[in-house]
C-alpha cells in the first residue's frame, strides 16, 4: 500500500507580516539609539580629541547600525519561523520541512544586499583612510621612539628629547613619525582613535588635527617585555599659548632662550623657499580672499579692502612678525570691526621658526605686497 506523503511545511507563516512590522521597529529604535547616542563618549568616556576621530566614529556607527540590522532580521527570522513551522504533536513521525533548491530570486538577492553593503563599507573606509593619508599641512612633525618602557618624543629645533610626556597645539595639523629603539612597541591614543605599531627599522606615519585641549592617554598595546603594563604616556594638547609657553621652557632649559629678532637683515629668497615649505599648505600668495586654511597673503600690506592684519594691528614688518611668533586665533579685525574667526595660525614654535627665518619671512610678505600696483 502507498504511504502517503507526509504534508510539506512552506510558505511564510500567518504571522510574518506583523513580525516583520515588529522587527522593523525594534531595529528603527535600536538603531536610532545607537545614531544619536555618542557610544565612546558615553561608555567609556573617551572624546574625540582630534580630527579623524569623528569620521571615524561615524564609520563605527554606521557598522553598528548595519550589524544592529543583520542581527535583528537574522534571528529574529529565526525564532519566528521555529516557532510556527515547529513539528506539532499531530504531525506524522516522518513530517519534514519543504526542500527548497534554486531559488534565483532569492539568491539573486541575498547577493545583490550584502554586495551593496560591503561596498558602502568600503567607501566610506577608504575615503576615511585617503583623509588621513592626504590631510593638508604637516605643520608640526614630531619623531615618536618607544623604547622598553618609555616614549621619546623629538621635537624640530629641539636639541633634547622630552620623555612620556607629548604636548601639541590645538588646530595645527600633526605628523607623527613613528618608529621603536628596541623591540615592537605600539603608540595608541584612543582619543584620537589612531593607533601605530612601533616597529625597529620601519618608520610609521600617524597625521592627525588635534581639537580639544586636554590630557590624553597614549597606551602601547604590544607586549614589550616586562613592564609593557607600566608603558603609558601622556599626549597634551595645549592652547596655542600654553604650548608656546612649554616649548620656551624646553628650550630655555637647553640654554637657547631666543634673542631679539632683527627684522631688517631678512632676505627676501630665503623667506620665499621657506614659506613653500612651512606656509603654502594654508596660506595662497594671491588676495586676503583667497582661501585655503588661512587668508591669501600677497597684498598683506597694501590691500584697502583690508587695511590692518586679521589682529587688528598694522601690516607693518613689526606687527607681521607678531603674528609669525605667537600665532593668532581670534576674531578677524582685519576691516577695522570685527568679524569671525578664520580658524587658528600655528605660533612660531608649532611652524619651527628660527628668529632669521621670520626676518626672511617678512621680508618675503613684504616683497609680495610691493610688486603690486
Ligand atoms: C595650519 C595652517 C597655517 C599655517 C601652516 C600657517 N598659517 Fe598663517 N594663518 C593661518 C590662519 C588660519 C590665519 C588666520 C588666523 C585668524 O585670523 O584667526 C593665519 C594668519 C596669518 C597671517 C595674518 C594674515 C592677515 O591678513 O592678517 C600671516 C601674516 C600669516 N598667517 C603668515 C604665515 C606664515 C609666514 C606661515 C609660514 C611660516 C604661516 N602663516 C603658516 C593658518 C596657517
Ligand atoms: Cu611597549
Redesign the pocket.
Known amino acids: 500500500m502507498a504511504q502517503q506523503a507526509a504534508p510539506q511545511k512552506q510558505g511564510l507563516g500567518p504571522g510574518f507580516w506583523p513580525v516583520t512590522i515588529g522587527l522593523t521597529v525594534l531595529n528603527a529604535i535600536i538603531s536610532w539609539y545607537i545614531v544619536v547616542t555618542p557610544i565612546f563618549d558615553t561608555y567609556l568616556h573617551l572624546s574625540e580629541a582630534a580630527a579623524p576621530a569623528g569620521d571615524i566614529d561615524a564609520l563605527f556607527t554606521y557598522l553598528s547600525v548595519v550589524g544592529n540590522a543583520i542581527f535583528v532580521y537574522v534571528v529574529g527570522y529565526i525564532i519566528y519561523f521555529s516557532i510556527v513551522w515547529r513539528r506539532r504533536a499531530s504531525d506524522p513521525p516522518d513530517a519534514i520541512g519543504i526542500q527548497v533548491h534554486d531559488n534565483p530570486k532569492l539568491e539573486l538577492w541575498w547577493t545583490i544586499i550584502p554586495a551593496i553593503l560591503v561596498l558602502t563599507v568600503a567607501i566610506f573606509s577608504v575615503r576615511i583612510w585617503m583623509n588621513l593619508q592626504n590631510q593638508i ?1 604637516d ?1 608640526l612633525t614630531i619623531e615618536s621612539i618607544g623604547h622598553q618602557f618609555k616614549y621619546e618624543f623629538r621635537y624640530p629645533r629641539l636639541k633634547k628629547s622630552v620623555y612620556d610626556e607629548a604636548h601639541i597645539p590645538v588646530g ?2 600633526v605628523t607623527l613619525q613613528v618608529t621603536s629603539g628596541d623591540v615592537i612597541h605600539s603608540f595608541w591614543v584612543p582619543a584620537v582613535r589612531l593607533k601605530a605599531d612601533m616597529v625597529p627599522g620601519l618608520v610609521q606615519t600617524m597625521r592627525f588635527t588635534p581639537e580639544r585641549i586636554g590630557k590624553y592617554p597614549i597606551v602601547c598595546t604590544e607586549f614589550c617585555g616586562t613592564k609593557h603594563g607600566n608603558m603609558v604616556g601622556y599626549l597634551y594638547i595645549d592652547s596655542q599659548p600654553d604650548f608656546g609657553h612649554w616649548i620656551a621652557a624646553q628650550f630655555k632649559a637647553e640654554g637657547r632662550g631666543d634673542g631679539p629678532i632683527s627684522l631688517n637683515s631678512g632676505q627676501a629668497a630665503a623667506g620665499q623657499q ?2 613653500g615649505e ?2 603654502s ?3 595662497s600668495v594671491g588676495p ?1 580672499t583667497q582661501k585655503i ?3 591669501g ?1 600677497g597684498n ?1 600690506a597694501n590691500d584697502p579692502d ?1 587695511p590692518n ?3 587688528g594691528e598694522k601690516p607693518t614688518a613689526e606687527d ?1 612678525s607678531h ?2 611668533i605667537g600665532g ?3 576674531l ?1 579685525n ?1 576691516q577695522g570691526k570685527s568679524g569671525p ?6 605660533n612660531r614654535q608649532a ?1 619651527g ?1 628660527s628668529n632669521a627665518d621670520i626676518a626672511n ?1 617678512v621680508a618675503y ?1 613684504l616683497s609680495l605686497s610691493q610688486k603690486k600696483p
Open positions: 599641512g605643520v595645527t595639523p621657506l614659506f612651512k606656509c599648505a594654508c596660506h586676503f586654511v588661512g587668508p597673503l598683506l583690508h592684519l586679521v589682529t607681521i603674528v609669525l593668532y586665533q581670534g578677524d582685519s574667526s578664520i580658524g587658528v595660525m600655528p611652524n621658526l619671512l610678505l
